[in-house]
Structures are given as structure tokens and as C-alpha cells.
């Protein structure tokens, strides 16, 4: 925890004018020599400084948790204000950052796809051995972090914008077919094999064969050991074939499995997994997807034998859908350094690039004046080809 960092503003603050920014270290650009130009004469123009930014108002705290229960807070980089969504947020395209408890999410919206760069300026805070050095974290400040923020310009982002990471959402269920770049042929990832949770039972399936028509699925048969409430490991296997063409005719939506007794069954029915049906070609889609209720996790080392119920957390099953935040492999923040309860800011710089700006941040404090945790306080300014200089009060 870093209380004695010093908070700039509890509030979002409006930049200073550029034309009240002048410092010592402006730079000047000299009046050049007028220059003939198509047999006329052109002035260059009066002489012009450039300024230097002001940066590094700490903007916050953002509250993330409330009641003990972390929340989302939705901003726009641009204005620095809090986006009230009404909508699914992968709907909205105005918000460009979000924050719940000490997690980070980015914006995947198609018309505003967000992603992350770590400059990694603190490396020093850790060993050779990658282990978090305690008083490098402990005794520093925002404050003390500062001038190594206002330093970062254009010139430190990756060439090419290689190495900006984007948030992804995926299916825990994919990767149960291969198909070919070049002949584009369809086979089964038969050594696949995915566990499924569901109505309190296990099943482990893969899928055998299938018979595909372009890129859809005309029928496809799953080996399925279902391992019940009774059941200490994974029975022996046995095989389901679906006809998902004769399945999807007819204006079904779906194609719904049951893996219990391993039979096709209707959506009112305790089905585990569906397929959809393209209404339009009377085929199964290339795709298969779980109730809200389950979770799955892929097993493609074929290592499972069985589930144990009572250690179910240490599996790492995930809904249908699931989302790798970039922050995740990019961690702002250490624990368990002086009290396990309290998280430490790195203090690193990020590049924030939206599809229109490249932004840095950092994060300052995840905590408000009085300790309470869920209380996010960062620093943002659009990235400029200056260095940044104190904003002064």
C-alpha cells in the first residue's frame, strides 16, 4: 500500500493551456531564412516555440469495489469521464478503459479495438530472479515516480506498433476441429479432449468425426465418458453421431446434446452443449457452445482421469466465453510484499493505443485516504513527441 503517495486531485481536473505551460526546458525553434520557392519568395513565418506538455495529473480515485464487491467503472480516455453503459459493454465503442477491483479490461468494441504496451521502465524493482524487490516498491511514491513518467514520448513506442497486446474473448470450446490454410479441409482435433461441468457432473468428450459440407457441419460423432455424482473416475467411452444436417432443417435454431444419456435432445431439456444451425444452408455451424449454467475446461494433453469435485477451483474451468485481459501477463501491482492484504503499484508506464490515440499510464494508488481498498487513482496524457513538465497548482 502506498498511502504517502501524494494525491494530485480527488476529482478530474481540467489540463492547463498550452499557453501557460513555459518552462526552462521549452524548446525554441529559430526563424529560418526566407526561401525562393517557384521564382517567388516565401517567409517562413514568424519564429514559434514549442511547449512542453503539461502531464502527470493524477486523476481518481475511481471506486471499484463497493460493499466488499468489485464493480465496473467504464472511462473515456479522451475526456476522462465515466461512461454509464445501458448496454452489453462489448457494445459500447465509448469507453475505452475499465476497472473492476484491481483487474483492468480494454475495450474490444470493432470501431474502437484498445491495446496495451508496457514499457517495463521499472525492471530494477525486481531481481535476476524475477523476484519483487520489497523496498524498491515500498519506499516509493507517485510523486518520486513522476519525472520518469513526464520523460516518455513518442520515442519510446514500439516501431510499427508491434507489441501492443488487445484484450481477447474466446471460447473455452474451440479448437475441436483443424482446418487446412491451403485446401481448406476440414478434420477433427480428435486427441482434443474438453471436461464439462454441468447440473453438478463431469463429462469428458472429443469429438471422432465429422462429415462437413464448405464450412459446416453435415454430422459429427463425440466419444463421451460421463463421470456422475457416483462415479470416482471416467467410465469407458462411449460414441454419440449426430446427424446435424437432418437436425438443423426444418428452422431449428440449435442442435442440443445431452451428455448423461449421450443422446440429441430439445433446448427445454438439461442439455450440456449445443451447436447452431445456419438457418439458411440447414447446417450446423463450426462451432459448439455451453449453457450458462456450465463451464468446461480443455484438456488437450489427454491428462484427466477424473474430476475431484471437492478441489473444483484448482482446475480453472471457464464459461462458454472468457476473456484473456492483456493486463493479466502485464501486472501493475505486487502483493504479499509487507501484508498480503495490500497491493503495491509497480509504478510501470503503459502505452494505451486506441484506434485514433496513444496515450500513457500509470497506476498511482489503489487505495483512498483512508486505506479502503478499490479506490484506482492513475496518471494519462496523450502521448506527445515532447517531454511532459510538472503541472504546477
Request: proline share 4%; net charge negative.
Amino acid at each position: 500500500m502506498y498511502l504517502n503517495t501524494l494525491m494530485k486531485s480527488s476529482s478530474i481536473a481540467v489540463c492547463l493551456a498550452l499557453s501557460a505551460c513555459g518552462s526552462d526546458t521549452d524548446e525554441v525553434i529559430e526563424k529560418e531564412e526566407a526561401v525562393v520557392v517557384g521564382g517567388t519568395i516565401e517567409d517562413p513565418g514568424e519564429p514559434h516555440e514549442q511547449i512542453n506538455p503539461s502531464q502527470g495529473q493524477i486523476y481518481g480515485p475511481f471506486i471499484t469495489v463497493s460493499d466488499e464487491i468489485p464493480e465496473f467503472i467504464y472511462v473515456d480516455l479522451d475526456t476522462l469521464n465515466v461512461v454509464e453503459i445501458s448496454e452489453a459493454p462489448e457494445d459500447n465503442s465509448q469507453w475505452d478503459i475499465a476497472f473492476k477491483g484491481a483487474d483492468i479490461h480494454l475495450n474490444q468494441h470493432a470501431d474502437n479495438v484498445v491495446s496495451v504496451y508496457a514499457l517495463g521502465n521499472n525492471s530494477d524493482f525486481f531481481d535476476e530472479d524475477g523476484v519483487a524487490i520489497k523496498d524498491s516498491f515500498i519506499n516509493t511514491t507517485a510523486e518520486l515516480e513522476q519525472d520518469d513518467y513526464l520523460a516518455i514520448t513518442t520515442d519510446h513506442a514500439p516501431s510499427e506498433d508491434v507489441g501492443y497486446v488487445p484484450d481477447k474473448t474466446l471460447n473455452i470450446l474451440e479448437g475441436f476441429y483443424y482446418q487446412n490454410p491451403i485446401t481448406n479441409v476440414i478434420t477433427p482435433e480428435d486427441e482434443n479432449y474438453f471436461i464439462v461441468h454441468s447440473d453438478g457432473e463431469f463429462t469428458k468428450f472429443n469429438v471422432t468425426d465429422m462429415t462437413t459440407y464448405g464450412n459446416y457441419i453435415t454430422s459429427i460423432t463425440f466419444d463421451i465418458s460421463h463421470q456422475g455424482v457416483s462415479y470416482l473416475r471416467f467410465p469407458p467411452e462411449r460414441t454419440l453421431t449426430v446427424d446435424t444436417a437432418l437436425s438443423c432443417s426444418e428452422d431449428a435454431i440449435d442442435v442440443y446434446i445431452d451428455f448423461k444419456y449421450k443422446e440429441e435432445v430439445d433446448s427445454s431439456d438439461d442439455w450440456d452443449i449445443r451447436l447452431p444451425c445456419n438457418a439458411i444452408e440447414q447446417m450446423a455451424e463450426l462451432a459448439m457452445h455451453l449453457p450458462d449454467d456450465a463451464q468446461a475446461i480443455q484438456d488437450f494433453d489427454d491428462e484427466y482421469t477424473a474430476i475431484t469435485p471437492s478441489e473444483i477451483a484448482s482446475y480453472g474451468f471457464k464459461s462458454d466465453e472468457y476473456i484473456i485481459k492483456a493486463f493479466d501477463s502485464l501486472a501493475w501491482y505486487q502483493r504479499n510484499l509487507k501484508d498480503e492484504a495490500l497491493l503495491w503499484s509497480q509504478f510501470d508506464i503503459y502505452l494505451i493505443k486506441t484506434p485514433t490515440v496513444t496515450y500513457k499510464f500509470q497506476i498511482t494508488d489503489y487505495y483512498d485516504w483512508e486505506g479502503n481498498p478499490g479506490h484506482i487513482s492513475f496518471r494519462t496524457d496523450e502521448l506527445s513527441d515532447l517531454e511532459g513538465i510538472k503541472i504546477h497548482h
